[in-house]
Structures are given as structure tokens and as C-alpha cells.
């Protein structure tokens, strides 16, 4: 079993940054890659970005170039860097961690606003 916590989300104005946080516990030596997810009601969630256990890095094209994946361990802290926001990215932003053999684990998410 893998816990996982996000942070960090909160009001801010378009242009603006935020950093959230996804802290695991539990059976992180299992952690094979950390995704970041966005939710918005009535739509689809999106993909966000990727930290592999490899520091490789995915972005989705709409956030490419604005928010940057990071981790201090894969398999302990993970961060997601936005920069730029725009009122389309608001939502709720949960990590989920993808272990080997495969599970899936996702955090309880973290609400993140872009409004003047």
C-alpha cells in the first residue's frame, strides 16, 4: 500500500505560480513513476505530467513550457511547479503513484483556482 498526500493548492491570479506537493508513504520502494492529474467537473481528467523513477519527465501540450515535474525522491516527494496559470488550468490536482507489480494509488487532491 501506498498513502499519498497533496499540497500547496489555493486562490491565485492569472499570470501567477503555485507549487503542489505529493508526499507518499508507506511502500514507496515500489514506485515506478508518479503522475499528475487535473479534474474539472463535467470533464474528462487530464493528464498533467510525469515523473519517471529515471528523473525522465512527460508533459502534457497544454501545460509544456508552464509547470515543470520534480521530485526530491520519486518514491518520497514528488512536486508540480506552475508557472504562467491560466483560468482554464483551475481544478483539482491529485498525484497518482503507479507501482511495480502494477497498482495504481492516488492522492485525496489538492484545489487549485486561477481568477482575478
Known amino acids: 500500500q501506498v498513502q499519498l498526500v497533496e499540497s500547496g493548492g489555493g486562490l491565485v491570479q492569472p499570470g501567477g505560480s503555485l507549487r503542489l506537493s505529493c508526499a507518499a508513504s508507506?511502500?514507496?520502494?515500489?514506485?515506478?513513476?508518479v503522475n499528475w492529474y487535473q479534474h474539472t467537473p463535467g470533464k474528462q481528467r487530464k493528464l498533467v505530467a510525469t515523473?519517471?523513477?529515471?528523473?525522465?519527465?512527460t508533459y502534457a501540450d497544454f501545460v509544456r513550457g508552464r509547470f515543470v515535474v520534480s521530485g526530491h525522491n520519486v518514491r518520497s516527494l514528488v512536486y508540480l511547479q506552475m508557472n504562467d496559470l491560466k483560468p482554464e488550468d483551475s481544478g483539482t490536482y491529485s498525484c497518482?503513484?503507479?507501482?511495480?507489480?502494477?497498482?495504481?494509488?492516488w492522492g485525496q487532491g489538492t484545489q487549485v483556482t486561477v481568477s482575478s
Open positions: 508507506g511502500s514507496t520502494e515500489k514506485i515506478n513513476f
Open positions: 515523473l519517471f523513477i529515471d528523473n525522465t519527465t
Open positions: 497518482r503513484a503507479v507501482t511495480q507489480p502494477s497498482a495504481f494509488y
